[in-house]
């Protein structure tokens, strides 16, 4: 399958702390999109990270990429409740242009 | 500008019968991707417009399951002789497809999605 693999499939933290969620995905990318979704419903594009970068920021939120492992990771700093989402990644995989997306990381946020 | 809107938000009906799903893309977008996401799952790919381009059907599940678009506007989702199995949340997103390859800006703009359940 060529969808992204989320994981931990479930985490659970208090307000405050940070949240580090991790992707690993299978053969040569362009791109890799992270996405959250409340509530089961439309996704929202968080941020795209491409294949010669690193490390991107937007606001509280940092995505690693290390194309060597096929992974990445996004980091949300100082975690809301308001956070609490299902969150996806979305590799962009060279010759296609399919998203597969995988089954997301399920965070809670306590306040 | 409006975003992606679906109709309708919810559609109950009994096994059997057909279902017709509308999704209306952000105006200018020319790629339009339709999912399906069963409770607790992630999404899956069902169909992919670009532009006046044949579709990629190949994540349509069954010969009961089709869609159309026009152009670049409306798609219409249609699942006939519904099942139970059916039952999920049916997701349209649309994109501005910028260039391919590296280069590749396909952030997609989901719609809030129709919940189906099926009788």
């Known amino acids: 399958s060529q969808q992204g693999e989320e994981d931990p499939q479930a985490l659970s933290i208090q307000e405050g702390e940070n949240a580090t969620m991790n992707c690993s995905y299978k053969t040569s990318i362009n791109n890799l999109q992270w996405y959250r979704q409340n509530s089961g419903r439309g996704l929202v594009h968080l941020i795209l990270i491409r294949s010669n970068e690193r490390e991107k920021h937007s606001g509280r939120l940092r995505v690693t990429l290390d194309t060597s492992k096929k992974s990445s990771s996004l980091l949300i700093t100082a975690s809301r409740a308001a956070d609490t989402a299902s969150y996806f990644c979305a590799p962009g995989y060279s010759g296609t242009y399919k998203y597969i997306f995988g089954t997301g990381t399920r965070l809670k946020v306590l306040a | 500008g409006a975003g992606v809107s679906q109709s309708p938000s919810n559609k109950v009906t009994e096994k059997g019968k057909d279902v017709e799903l509308r999704c209306d893309p952000i105006s200018g977008h020319t790629a339009l991707y339709w999912y399906r996401q069963r409770l607790g799952q992630g999404l899956e790919f069902l169909i992919y417009?670009?532009?006046?381009?044949?579709?990629?059907k190949s994540g349509l599940p069954s010969d009961r399951f089709s869609a159309e678009r026009t152009g670049e506007s409306v798609s219409t989702l249609t699942i006939q002789r519904t099942q139970q199995e059916d039952s999920a949340v049916y997701l349209c997103?649309?994109?501005?497809?910028?260039?391919?390859?590296?280069?590749?800006?396909?952030?997609?703009?989901f719609g809030p999605g129709t919940r189906l359940t099926v009788l």
């Open positions: 417009f670009q532009g006046n381009s044949a579709p990629d």
């Open positions: 997103a649309s994109s501005t497809r910028r260039a391919g390859g590296f280069l590749s800006t396909d952030t997609q703009y």
